[in-house]
Each structure stands twice: as C-alpha cells, then as structure tokens.
C-alpha cells in the first residue's frame, strides 16, 4: 500500500465491477474483499489478487479479522421486504444488512458507498439503515446522503438506475454531478454503437475455452479474456423467425400473432421490453443476469434494417457485449461458466459509475482536490 492511498473494503464484492472503477480511480488500496459465491470471487481473484479476497459467507468472518479500512463500498443484495419487517430486528432478511453495519462498526471507516437497486430505497432494508444512522443508532456517526443515479449520467452506455447511498463521519458528502447528458452542454449519453462498433457480427464460438485454473485451492474454469466471451447462442428455426420480426427499439408487440409464444398470445399487455431490440445511437437499458435470453428484456443485437435484404444481426447480445455495455475494460479476466459469468456481469455496478464515484469521493478523504480524468469513452 502506498503511503497516501486510501485502503478500502468492498463487502458482497462479485466479480469486482465496483472494486475495478475505484481501482482505476487510483488512490485506493483493497485491503479486503468479501463474496461467497467462487466464480465471483475468482473472477475478483484474477483481477485484483487472492490474497485479500475471502470468499465466505461474510457472517463466518470473525470481528477480529475486519481490518481497519477508511472506506467500505458494496451493498448487501436487497430483497425488498416490507418497512413493516424493517422494524423486527429478528427478521432474519435483515441479516445481510446487519453483517454490513457490523463490518462498518469494526472497519470504523471514514465513508461507506453502498450501491443497490432502485427499489432498495422503498425497502424494509432501508428503513433499518436510515434508522441505524439516527441518534442512539449503530450508525449514528454517519450522515446519509440518499441518490437516484442513471449510469448513463456518469458515461455508461446503459441506462442502469442506481440507488446509491454515502454514509460519512467526516462531513455531508454531496451526490455526483452527471458528466453526461441526453441533450445540452455536457457531453452526450455514449450510446450502443460507441462500444459494440467493431465486433464481429458472427460470433464463431458457442462455449467458452475448455481451460481451468486453480484459485483458493480449487479448480474453476477460467481465466478467460473478453475475446472469449464473444460466444454465440444456437437458436431455434423458430426463434430466428421471431428475431427477424423485432426492429430497433421493438419488442414482443411486433411479433405476428402466428409467431407468439402461447403466453404472450392470451396476454395482450404486459412488460414492453421482452423480446426487445436495441437501438445502436441509444444506451441500453439495463443489462441484467440474464442477457443472453431475448425474451427476458431488450437484448437483442441493434443491426436490423427492414426488407428482404435487409441486413440483419439476428442473436441476443454476447458476453462481451454486455460486459462493454457494463463498461467493463477489456483487459478485465473471468472466472466461470457461461451462466456464472453472465451472472457476474449483469450483478456488477459498472466500473464506470463506480469510478466517477470514486472520484467524487476523493477529495472528501484525503483533503486533497481530485482533477477528473477524461472519459475513456469520449473522443480525445
Ligand atoms: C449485486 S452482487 C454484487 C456486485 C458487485 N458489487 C460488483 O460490482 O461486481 C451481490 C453479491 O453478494 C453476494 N452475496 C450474497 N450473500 C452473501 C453472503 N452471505 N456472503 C458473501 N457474499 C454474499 C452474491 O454472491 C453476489 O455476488
């Protein structure tokens, strides 16, 4: 560790997304990383070291080996209980989140970042935070500050929105600005095209590389590198057809009756997005575990023109494509099976809205002005 770098602890770490955008904000120092599931934590492993990863049930580590950290990021999965629960400090779903305050009262950290999904603010789970930070609380130390955030605002190419919420007892740390914009003076969303332009349309694979590598004493199939994980799918006659029928920014209302699953036949309304086609000058939506099924959400690959010989991409998007729209470096490295490694992409914050966090946090613990770095995705 260098003398001015900050050490941090990312608590449910996954593969590392969040971990990878303070690393590459420079100044932070992982002094521990917790996840249980082993694919994850060897795909954190091969990109950040073994040595400080523990990959365990975060409620099996002892107090006494939480090491001091000034940051703890990284959220518990939210399951979204009702506020009601919140108040039953029994409730064993309140358990992840107690292991997170515990974490905090060890650590003693200046700042903790805790990342979740959007519905986590009207959640049970919430609840039990915000009260834990007011007077008489374990958190009571702690000043929340509670945002929205849209990763696109932040140079995503995805609109991912994010509950983000800064715990400090070092002062009131404001949310981000956005350094994106759809329209007006900051620079634009970056879009589908600025990330998938390149890649080839036919992917020639349908597995990943048969290789494996021994991480925490155990074989996992892995390392891979994101030339890899451009693997396509093999559909169905039937499937190609449906494919054929979406255009950008279509869905399952595009489909002729005749090609409609039975389902969507006797269920006139319903979620837009399934069956979806991207747009190539638009973020995404969000990337979820699941990108590789079309009929999950808008995943479809944007390259469709209309006619007979219209050109056309007719395939989900591919493991590499999600983890660029994730904005993902391509030198990062996976651990896992196709599924585990989907998983672990769709689960990550993007390193991009984690750096720009990263970023804006700097100064608030090191006193010292950060300069924001350029964007890797904008233009020189
Ligand atoms: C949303 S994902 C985290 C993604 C991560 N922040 C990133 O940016 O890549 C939540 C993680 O919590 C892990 N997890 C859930 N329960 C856990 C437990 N009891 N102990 C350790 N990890 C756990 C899951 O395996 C999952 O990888």
């Keep these: 560790m260098t003398e001015q770098s900050i050490p941090m602890i990312d608590l449910f770490a996954g593969c590392g997304g969040m971990t990878s955008g303070f690393v590459a904000a420079e100044g932070y120092q992982p002094v521990m990383a917790v996840?249980?599931?082993?694919?994850?934590?060897?795909?954190?492993?091969?990109?950040?070291?073994?040595?400080?990863?523990?990959?365990?049930?975060?409620?099996t580590i002892p107090n006494d080996e939480v090491p001091p950290a000034d940051l703890i990021i990284g959220g518990p999965p939210c399951q979204g209980f009702s506020a009601l629960g919140a108040?039953?400090?029994?409730?064993?779903?309140?358990?992840?989140?107690?292991?997170?305050?515990?974490?905090?009262?060890?650590?003693?950290?200046?700042?903790?970042?805790?990342?979740?999904?959007?519905r986590f603010l009207a959640s049970g789970e919430f609840a039990l935070l915000e009260s834990e930070a007011r007077p008489g609380g374990l958190l009571e130390e702690y000043v929340l500050t509670v945002a929205l955030l849209l990763a696109a605002d932040f140079g995503v190419p995805q609109r991912r929105k994010r509950a983000i919420v800064i715990g400090s007892r070092i002062g009131e740390i404001p949310v981000p600005a956005?350094?994106?914009?759809?329209?007006?003076?900051?620079?634009?969303?970056?879009?589908?095209?600025?990330?998938?332009?390149?890649?080839?349309?036919?992917?020639?694979r349908t597995t990943l590389p048969l290789s494996r590598v021994e991480v925490f004493g155990t074989e996992v199939p892995g390392r891979f590198k994101s030339e890899d994980l451009h693997i396509g799918r093999n559909p169905t006659p039937l499937s190609l057809r449906r494919y054929r029928a979406v255009p950008p920014g279509?869905?399952?209302?595009?489909?002729?009756?005749?090609?409609?699953?039975?389902?969507?036949?006797?269920?006139?309304?319903?979620?837009?997005?399934?069956?979806?086609r991207m747009r190539w000058d638009e973020p995404?939506?969000?990337?979820?575990?699941?990108?590789?099924?079309?009929?999950?959400?808008?995943?479809?690959?944007?390259?469709?023109?209309?006619?007979?010989?219209?050109?056309?991409?007719?395939?989900?998007?591919?493991?590499?494509?999600?983890?660029?729209?994730?904005?993902?470096?391509?030198?990062?490295?996976?651990?896992?099976?196709?599924?585990?490694?989907?998983?672990?992409?769709g689960n990550a914050v993007p390193p991009m809205l984690a750096k720009a966090?990263?970023?804006?946090?700097?100064?608030?613990l090191t006193g010292v002005e950060s300069t924001r770095s350029r964007c890797a995705l904008c233009p020189e």
């Design 35 to 59: 996840e249980w599931d082993l694919h994850a934590a060897a795909t954190y492993a091969a990109n950040f070291g073994e040595d400080h990863m523990r990959w365990a049930d975060i409620a």
């Design 87 to 118: 108040q039953d400090v029994h409730d064993p779903r309140n358990k992840l989140w107690q292991e997170y305050i515990r974490f905090v009262r060890h650590a003693a950290p200046k700042v903790f970042v805790i990342e979740n999904v959007d």
């Design 178 to 204: 956005p350094t994106h914009a759809r329209s007006g003076d900051l620079p634009r969303w970056h879009s589908v095209r600025d990330v998938l332009t390149g890649l080839p349309e036919h992917p020639t």
């Design 250 to 276: 279509g869905g399952r209302f595009d489909l002729p009756y005749e090609l409609m699953p039975r389902c969507w036949q006797e269920k006139k309304t319903g979620t837009t997005d399934v069956m979806g």
């Design 284 to 345: 995404s939506l969000t990337i979820r575990t699941e990108f590789y099924k079309p009929e999950k959400g808008r995943y479809l690959h944007p390259q469709w023109e209309p006619g007979d010989d219209g050109h056309r991409v007719d395939r989900p998007i591919t493991h590499l494509e999600a983890a660029r729209l994730q904005t993902f470096d391509d030198t990062f490295e996976w651990c896992g099976t196709k599924i585990q490694v989907a998983k672990q992409i």
């Design 357 to 364: 966090l990263a970023q804006h946090i700097k100064p608030y």
